[in-house]
């Protein structure tokens, strides 16, 4: 059995307005999609940033790709991050820059391939989150909400990573969208990427894409498994959160 691709390991994360991580501990293996819900202010988006490397954990452990993360300094961690795409809350596109320039800029950045090259890539990979070539000279302000996202996620595919981490990816979007932004993550899971870590407060997109589901609640994991037990279990915080009663 090979080892887990991430592992969490009693993790601690404190700001001014308290504790916002309590010992938090999961892992990840290769091929799987792990959702991890909770309600505002449960901890969700912190804890993805520190698998990411983007927060520094105060106590705990965290292995990413076999490699202990909590104390490596920034150039340490750019190799790993280059095996990772993070397709963040609001897309995070550079506003002044093109839809191509937004995809491009992995490329870019981080490779020396020529330009032809990084045209195609950018069409091929924009054909797979169902956008066209028309969409090349806009700006992220001429997109639909929907449109922004799947800009991201073409983003963050181009590099072709071994892991994909989604924060909230259908906060905002009308549910006709919600529907095809999850869709589009299953897909993306049977073909350029097949591990991720979503983190989400969506029932309905974690029934779409989860093999396993963690829920947060006050800063620890309340529940751990299978998205099919999450919904028949009569754990009092999972049906609280259910109930939409969760913080």
Do not use: W
């Amino acid at each position: 059995m090979s080892a887990p691709i991430v592992e969490v390991s009693n993790v601690h994360k404190r700001f001014e307005v308290g504790d916002v991580l309590r010992g938090v501990s999961l892992t990840l293996s290769h091929g799987e999609t792990f959702v991890i819900m909770g309600g505002s202010g449960t901890g969700k988006t912190v804890l993805l940033r520190c698998i990411a490397g983007l927060l520094r954990p105060d106590r705990g452990r965290i292995r990413l790709f076999g490699h202990n993360i909590e104390r490596l300094e920034e150039e340490e961690l750019l190799p790993l991050r280059r095996r990772l795409g993070y397709v963040f809350q609001g897309a995070a596109l550079f506003d002044s820059q093109t839809v191509y320039e937004n995809v491009a800029f992995p490329l870019r950045e981080h490779t020396s391939l020529p330009t032809a090259e990084i045209r195609a890539r950018v069409v091929h990979f924009l054909g797979l989150v169902g956008l066209g070539e028309e969409v090349l000279t806009l700006l992220p302000s001429e997109l639909s909400g929907g449109m922004r996202k799947r800009v991201g996620i073409a983003r963050a595919l181009i590099i072709e990573p071994e892991l994909l981490l989604f924060d909230e990816p259908t906060a905002g979007l009308d549910p006709t969208n919600a529907r095809i932004v999850g869709e589009l993550i299953a897909q993306v899971g049977t073909g350029v990427c097949d591990t991720a870590i979503v983190v989400t407060h969506d029932v309905e997109l974690t029934k779409t894409v989860a093999d396993r589901v963690a829920l947060l609640r006050d800063g620890v994991v309340a529940f751990e498994g299978p998205v099919g037990t999450l919904l028949e279990t009569d754990d009092p915080a999972v049906q609280a959160f259910l109930a939409g009663d969760a913080r």
